[in-house]
């Protein structure tokens, strides 16, 4: 398994969330499906990670694969929290707006 660095980037639904136009923002299903993908990201992450590691432990895999692929998974997951930490804070700031 070569992983290039490359493939390390940023998710495709954040980096296609930031490029939508304003007509398509209006239709409310670009943030959800952005979100879903990127849900989607960190199970698909989680799961390679996983299997890396198996395939470590049985003797068939390579220790830089496993934990080159458990930092992908971290990082995804912790980009994941971060933009819902964003999400929430901007909720509670419209919510305290005065009306």
Known sequence: MNIGIGSIGIPAPIAAAGATTPSSTTSGAGFGSALNKMIETVDASTGAANSAVADMLGGNGDV???MIALQ????TLE??????NKFVQAYQDIMRMPV
């Not at 992908?72 to 990082?75: K, V």
Request: charged share 25%; aromatic share 0%; hydrophobic share 45%.
């Open 72 to 75: 992908r998974a971290q990082m």
């Open 64 to 66: 830089h694969e496993a």
């Open 79 to 84: 980009l994941t929290v971060q933009v819902r």
